[in-house]
């Protein structure tokens, strides 16, 4: 992955223009923080930062239970984004893109990569296998349920193959980091004079294999209307012309997931209501978005809606709704089939219509966007 400017990349590639990354690797110790630019020199005196000063190739792993993935963390070209290589499958909330950008344009640094896709290279697979059956120059297992590994290569055959792989790519897709990507973009926009090299034309990225990926469905709850019994909540929820019928569940856990059903909680009892079958267009054949739009909304209003994350979302949505005497609702996630759909389409889902896991580790690679001469 030879270090190129951004005009000669451009000149001769059809497909995405990632390079090696100008960053900072923490070790174990100081990895899952949020550092400022000010930690930099204390931490790097005391080897426990280290700045990459030649090209290498970064690869990151992160294992929980049965699952892992394993790809690279490279520089991802601001141009990308506005040329549509890297594609959003996801609306921002302004207010928090404001708020991203906002601390952006303060410290200048990043301390979590943007998380994106793409199609599965095998040449690249195997280089990968063969770099991660060494010893990991980090390892992390104290951040979260999940394990996060880094090892970095500067030998040249890998340099190659990876840049080679990579730059084949059509396209690159975010799966996670949305926010960042579009505040990087504004801060880059906000600034003209930086040159097509400089740090901030660019930002941090780790990209996956599609096949590695895992999206796990987004629970939503509802406050409980007041006075209503169980009977009137599903009678309320079959009348909405988008629900076909709900439908008992035995047993203590909720339904497995299906396209079309969402597993429905309420009074300490599983359902599975049933959608009724759209063709009104690509967002609308996803569960997620049908849920919301098509009966949450409608039936309780727009703020009733509450999003819940957690690594296990039954129990996690067990815990809300006995906290705040609520209904909730777990819908089939997307696929990847489906984020690459919406994204080639130019289209955006709405927020909380997504939730890949496990996440990049914060603060296990930082970037200035200011770089020191030094």
């Avoid at 174990?28 to 923080?33: E, I, N, P, Q, V």
């Avoid at 700045?51 to 792993?61: F, G, H, S, T, W």
């Avoid at 990926?213 to 079959?238: F, K, N, Q």
Wanted: charge should be negative; proline fraction near 9%; aromatic fraction near 6%.
């Amino acid at each position: 992955m030879a270090a190129r400017t951004s005009a000669e990349a451009s000149e001769t590639r059809a497909g995405v223009g990632v390079r090696p990354p100008r960053l900072l690797l923490a070790d174990r110790d100081h990895a899952g923080y949020s550092h400022d630019p000010e930690d930099v020199a204390p931490l790097m005196r005391v080897g426990a930062m280290t700045r990459l000063r030649e090209p290498a190739v970064v690869v990151y792993q992160i294992a929980e239970g049965a699952h892992q993935q394993t790809g690279v963390v490279v520089e991802v070209p601001i141009a990308d984004y506005r040329d549509r290589r890297v594609r959003p499958h996801e609306a921002t909330d302004p207010g928090r893109e404001e708020g991203v950008l906002e601390h952006l344009t303060e410290a200048r640094f990043q301390n979590t990569p943007v998380m994106l896709t793409h199609q599965p290279r095998p040449a690249l697979s195997e280089v990968l296998r063969t770099i991660t059956a060494a010893e990991p120059d980090v390892d992390l297992d104290t951040i979260g349920p999940a394990t996060h590994r880094a090892w970095v290569v500067r030998e040249a055959h890998a340099l190659r193959v990876v840049g080679r792989e990579l730059g084949a790519l059509d396209a690159l897709y975010i799966t996670d980091g949305h926010h960042r990507m579009a505040a990087a973009e504004r801060f880059a926009a906000g600034h003209p004079e930086i040159g097509p090299d400089h740090a901030a034309a660019f930002t941090l990225g780790a990209l996956f294999p599609s096949d590695e990926m895992r999206i796990l469905g987004y629970p939503r709850s509802v406050v409980r209307p007041a006075g209503r019994t169980a009977r009137d909540i599903l009678a309320i929820l079959e009348r909405s012309p988008a629900v076909a019928r709900v439908d008992d569940w035995p047993g203590v856990h909720p339904p497995p997931p299906s396209p079309g059903a969402v597993a429905l909680a309420l009074d300490g009892r599983w359902y599975r209501m049933w959608l009724r079958d759209s063709t009104d267009g690509l967002l609308s054949q996803l569960d997620s978005v049908r849920l919301d739009h098509e009966v949450l909304v409608p039936l309780f209003g727009q703020h009733a809606v509450r999003y819940v994350r957690g690594a296990s979302e039954a129990e996690t949505l067990d815990a809300l709704l006995t906290d705040h005497d609520g209904v909730g609702f777990l819908p089939h996630p997307a696929t990847m089939a489906d984020v690459v759909a919406v994204s080639d389409a130019g289209l955006v889902m709405p927020p909380k219509s997504t939730w890949f896991d496990p996440k990049a580790c914060q603060g296990l690679f930082s970037r200035q966007l200011v770089p020191p001469d030094a």
